[in-house]
């Protein structure tokens, strides 16, 4: 039983970074067409393509999805300092913030129920 908990928490992670994958798509998009910013687009496309191939398990979830929501904390905090305003970045780094804290929650958790999932 305790295995069969730790897939389904590991795919509560999955849909939690499809749904900021998209998210941060849409954000690169919104960005592109309403400022003509070329940079957001592809720096949303840059991020979301290996999240993307995480949550596929193409590439490890853990640890490349921390790390990567981690850097857009980063990103998303630098713009926020230089624009001093709160939308968007400052709420994506909120919102970033807040899926890296679930997804790694979730595999802490998972990780406790299972030890056999750790490799």
Do not use: D, Q
């Not at 954000?27 to 592109?32: A, K, P, S, T, V």
């Amino acid at each position: 039983m305790a295995f069969h908990s730790s897939v389904i928490a590991l795919n509560s992670a999955v849909i939690v970074l499809w749904i900021y994958i998209v998210l941060l798509l849409a954000g690169g998009l919104m960005g592109f067409l309403k400022a003509g910013s070329k940079i957001s687009l592809i720096a949303s496309v840059a991020f979301a393509v290996p999240l993307a191939l995480c949550a596929r398990a193409v590439i490890p979830l853990f640890p490349f999805a921390p790390i990567l929501l981690g850097l857009l904390v980063l990103v998303f905090a630098v713009r926020y300092a230089k624009g001093k305003k709160f939308m968007p970045s400052g709420l994506m780094a909120v919102v970033t913030t807040l899926v890296l804290m679930i997804v790694c929650w979730i595999y802490e958790t998972s990780v406790a129920v299972s030890p056999a999932m750790t490799h």
